[in-house]
């Protein structure tokens, strides 16, 4: 079973940046994306990679995060620029060894797997 760890969450400033890291044990999946949650909001798909190295991104954030991963180290990563305080949520890693479409890989119901999530705060 997928292990997910996420780590570099933190509190910056309204422009700033941040690059959130997971690290998966075993890197077994098909897609791994990052989702994010704010208090009294539905949990909603940032990025997602596939195994081909396919992205995409939610509408709000494309232009301003990446999310890249790295095989030798089992990590995926979310560089996140130009913050906003609506950026402000627990992130959360997320992996999956299905097969659903891609056409859905932003949506949580396909995601097996979840890490324990890190805090991003943005203040304006």
């Known amino acids: 079973q997928i292990k997910l760890m996420e780590s570099g969450g933190g509190s910056v400033q309204a422009g700033g940046s941040l690059r959130l890291s997971c690290v998966a044990s075993?890197?077994?999946?098909?897609?791994m994306a990052w989702f994010r949650q704010a208090p009294g909001k539905e949990r909603e798909g940032v990025a997602v990679i596939a195994s081909t190295g396919g992205t995409k991104y939610a509408d709000s954030v494309t232009g301003r995060f990446t999310i890249s991963r790295d095989s030798a180290e089992n990590t995926l990563y979310l560089q996140m620029n130009s913050l906003k305080p609506d950026d402000t949520a627990m992130y959360y890693c997320a992996a999956s060894a299905g097969r659903s479409s891609w056409t859905i890989a932003l949506r949580e119901g396909i995601y097996e797997y979840w890490g324990q999530g890190t805090q991003v705060t943005v203040s304006s």
């Open positions: 075993p890197d077994t999946y098909r897609y």
